[in-house]
């Protein structure tokens, strides 16, 4: 088990969000400034059941931080969620999650009453890479060779 990011930096990632998840409008804020700034989003979120979204949006976060802890079972939740992601399925592409990250750290900004330079830089560092790993995971499942049907 590996971290990715330094024991101070997933303190203040972990200790932020959880005062942001104490927050009950910090997953709307989130979602609402993301669809507000990213039309593909706007259509992705059209018709989905927001409370649920929201739910899987809050379990994701924890599995976040415990890949950058190192765990396991965070690498494995990035996984999935990268091939949920693919472009097979919900085809989420890198812009997207930049998109993503911004309305992460303004919806941060809003809920976490410590929020600052040094936070938005632990949710960065920790959230980063588990961003480019779930591209990373993408192209290598957009390559794998089809089977014939």
């Not at 085809?91 to 993503?100: K, L, Q, S, T």
């Not at 750290?105 to 779930?134: G, K, T």
């Amino acid at each position: 088990m590996q971290q990715w990011s330094d024991p101070a930096t997933i303190s203040i990632f972990q200790a932020s969000l959880d005062r942001c998840i104490i927050d009950s409008s910090f997953l709307t804020r989130f979602y609402s400034h993301f669809r507000a700034t990213n039309a593909d989003a706007a259509k992705r979120f059209a018709n989905v059941d927001m409370t649920r979204q929201e739910r899987v949006l809050r379990a994701s976060l924890y599995m976040i931080l415990r890949a950058a802890q190192g765990g396991d079972d965070g690498l494995q939740h990035l996984s999935e969620i990268a091939d949920t992601h693919s472009q097979g399925r919900h085809d989420v592409g890198a812009a997207e999650y930049e998109h993503w990250m911004a309305s992460l750290v303004h919806a941060v900004s809003e809920c976490d009453p410590v929020f600052d330079a040094s936070v938005e830089s632990a949710w960065r560092s920790c959230i980063q890479p588990c961003i480019d790993r779930m591209i990373a995971r993408r192209t290598e499942f957009e390559q794998k060779p089809k089977k014939p049907r």
